[in-house]
Every structure is written in C-alpha cells, then in structure tokens.
C-alpha cells in the first residue's frame, strides 16, 4: 500500500478493514474488475468472442501492476483509469494479442473508475452496516442495563432535572438506528452502475449498448441506472452526506462521554487499558482517547461533504477539476467514519460506570434539580404562576443560607399547607422524576431489534 502519509496515524483514525478497501490495490481491483465483467458482459452479448474473456480476466488482478508507476503516469493522463488500462493491454497482448484488441472496448475512463469506486463502496457500506449494527447491540444492553440509574440531566451544561443513563444511552442508540435505516434506502441509489461511454451515449456500441449493459450490471451485482450519471453528482454526494451524519452522531456520543469523564463529573468512563489515555508528563491522567476520535471525525466530516457538494455543477457531459476532487475526498470520509465506530465499539462494549457518582452529583445543588417537582405538583392547588414564584423564592433562599431545599420547603408555611411531609420526600427523590425515561429506552431497543 502506498499510502505513506497515513501510516503514522492510521491506526488511531482509521479503521484498518476501509482503509485495505480503499488502499491502491483496493482502487486498483474495483477498476480491474470492471474491466473483467465487461469482458464478460460484452462475450455474452456476442460483441467479443467468448476466446477473450480468459486471458481479459488473466490480466484483471491488482497484485500484476505497480501502484508507483502508474500514479507517476496519472501526472501525465489525468486519470487513473488511462494509464492502468494502457498497462493492462501490454501484459494481455503478451500471452494473447487477438484479446487485447477487445480490453476495455465501448467504455471510457470515467466509467472503469466510478464503476471501480461503487464496487468498493459496497464493500465499504457492508462494513459501516455490520459495525453499525454491532454498536446498536451495545447501546441496546447498555440502555436496558441502566433504564433506571438516575443522573443529572444537564442543559446549557448545567443541572437540569434528573435523567438516567439509559435514557442518554438509548438517545445514542436511536441516531444507530436512523442511520442504519438511511443506508438500507440509499444502497439502491449509490450501488449503481456507471457505464455510458466517451460522452454517455454508449455510440461505440451500437444496438447492443443496453444488452450489454444489462449483462454488465448483472455481472457486477449492481443496479442498472436509466442513464449513465458521468456529471450527475447527487449519487456520491447523497452517500457523503450520510457519512457526514453519521459521523456527526459518533462525535456527539464522544462529546457527552468525554464530558461525563471530566475529573469534576466522573460518572461515566470508557474501558480502561494498559497505557490507554495516559500522560507524558502526569501518571494520574486518564484520556479519553477514543472520544478525541469520534470528536475529530465529526470535525473533519462536514468539510469534505462539503468538497462533495461543491462538486456537482459538473460541466456538460465531463467534468474539469470536480470529479477529480471526489477522489480522494469520499474514500477519506468513508476511512474517518469506519475508524469512529472503532472507537465507539470499544468505548460502548466495555463503558464504566460509577452510579453512586451520580446519585452524589445529583445532590450537589441540595435539592435544587427537583424544583420543578414540587413546583408542578404545588401548581395543581395554587396555580402556575404562585407556585412558580413561591419555589423561587425558596431556590433563592436554599441557596444564599447553603442549605437544601427539602429543609427550605418544609418551614415555609405556604408550602406546608399544601404538601406534607411525605409528599415532599416524593417529589425530592430523583427516582420518582424521571417520566418517559423508561419507555423512551424500551422504544428504542425495540426499534433496534426491529432493524
């Protein structure tokens, strides 16, 4: 593989699996197999003979030609597909100089690579998918593991009302699921054959340019497109896009987990390890390293779903310059999200949790985020507007004397004329406030198991 600029942090940002597909050999093989298929599509058609087909497909392996050359050669071709083809019909007509005169006949070169990109695409969707799932089966055990482990609920990062943490969790999980059903919709749109010749036409063909198409696109396992899409862009930039989601939900479980593991919060931790989210300098940190990742990637994503976007005002029927910054830009995507679902993987499977963390956190402001408890239930006899004002004025008082607001509540006489002792436990305890929390997880679990 010749990707030297990558190795260093590859293994960090990436996951190991896309970055083998989209290696040069993985370009090199996608392009390679187009050409054999066609080889193939076109003998079944009758417009090659069958004789052909064998020593076409003797010369459709990756491992025969050098990366280094040909990238060399692109300088002077403008694509990959030129000079790959060039040195495909040389080692042919070593062993066979008929079948050479029919390597790549009626194509172009746009199609060899978009066609090569799609088959490397589906390899790389069927991964996204298979990590995908196992993520949401992690989230799932999670989130029915701590339904009822109650926790701060926390807006404009300060206490709101209680939550739990399987109600954060299973807030995770459904952004899984979403993006699972979106790349079972879009694999129609995006798994598609590309194949339209010098200016989409498909001239050089003749009448036999839709059967061999059809004999094509069954050949490779894709869809079979109404038109060739040459500079109609919407196809990759819809697949960039989902990416862009994706990753953009992995960055917000990285965020919420990271916050959760700031030393002045510790309720939540991805597993530990030897030397995992350690210091240089000081041996009591504990990083938390795969978060940076899936932070990182949610960064980086929408700048090149933008460079996808910028992309389609492609001219008439080639692009100049547009097509060519798709290249590298959709094979990147795909490599920061799979190494972000790496990451998630093993921050979900093993997550650590201190619940009495939270239960102790859930008292640092003495009652304060069950407010809104007594207010709505002193509501119910007094009215909104009085009850509101009346909590308010006991927040402020808990707060000024450092006391907590059960102590407040239960000497305030327009209080306890309405709510006794043990209501005022009730409404105090976080376990009796957190509404919808269970249901919002068995709905998203069941959504999960559904897919």
């Known amino acids: 593989m010749n990707q030297g600029t990558h190795q260093l942090f590859d293994a960090y940002f990436t996951g190991p699996q896309m970055r083998r597909i989209f290696s040069d050999e993985g370009r090199l093989q996608g392009m390679l197999d187009f050409e054999a298929a066609l080889a193939r599509a076109e003998a079944r058609c009758g417009v090659i003979p069958q004789s052909a087909v064998g020593p076409i497909e003797g010369g459709c392996s990756a491992d025969l030609y050098d990366p280094i050359a040909l990238g060399i050669a692109i300088g002077t071709a403008g694509n990959s597909a030129i000079p790959l083809v060039k040195a495909m019909g040389k080692r042919i007509a070593e062993h066979d100089i008929e079948a050479e005169r029919y390597v790549h006949l009626g194509a172009t070169s746009q199609d060899v690579m978009d066609t090569g990109l799609v088959l490397q695409l589906r390899q790389a969707i069927d991964l996204i998918e298979a990590d995908l799932s196992r993520l949401g089966d992690s989230l799932a055990t999670q989130a029915e593991r701590h339904a009822r482990t109650p926790m701060a609920g926390r807006t404009w990062l300060q206490h709101a009302t209680p939550v739990t943490l399987g109600m954060k969790i299973a807030g995770w999980l459904g952004a899984i699921n979403r993006h699972r059903q979106r790349l079972r919709e879009i694999k ?264």
Not at 292 to 304: E, K, N, Y
Request: with cysteine; aromatic share 4%.
């Open 188 to 451: 129609p749109r995006v798994l598609c054959l590309q194949f339209g010749g010098a200016s989409g036409s498909l001239a050089a063909l003749g009448e036999q340019a839709w059967p061999v198409s059809q004999a094509l696109a069954n050949e490779l396992g894709l869809e079979l497109p109404d038109q060739p899409w040459h500079t109609q862009r919407d196809r990759p930039a819809e697949f960039a896009g989902l990416l862009g989601l994706i990753a953009g939900s992995l960055g917000k479980l990285g965020r919420d987990l990271s916050l959760l593991m700031q030393t002045d919060v510790g309720e939540v931790f991805e597993p530990s390890a030897p030397g995992k989210g350690g210091s240089s300098t000081m041996p009591h940190k504990r990083n938390p390293v795969g978060s940076a990742v899936m932070i990182s990637a949610s960064v980086r994503a929408p700048g090149l779903v933008a460079t996808m976007l910028s992309a389609m005002p492609q001219e008439h029927e080639r692009s100049l310059g547009l097509w060519h910054a798709e290249w590298e830009t959709l094979p990147e995507l795909c490599c920061l999200v799979s190494g972000s679902l790496q990451q998630a993987l093993v921050a979900i499977g093993d997550l650590e949790v201190d619940a009495d963390r939270m239960a102790g956190n859930l008292e640092q402001t003495r009652g304060l985020v069950l407010a809104e408890a007594v207010s709505i239930a002193l509501a119910q006899r007094i009215g909104r507007d009085a009850a509101h004002h009346l909590i308010e004025q006991c927040c402020k008082r808990a707060v000024a004397d450092g006391r907590h607001l059960r102590g407040v509540l239960g000497e305030t006489p327009e209080v306890r004329k309405q709510l006794n002792d043990a209501e005022l436990d009730r409404l105090l305890d976080p376990a009796n406030y957190l509404g919808q929390a269970q249901l919002w997880v068995a709905r998203a679990v069941a959504e999960h198991r559904r897919l």
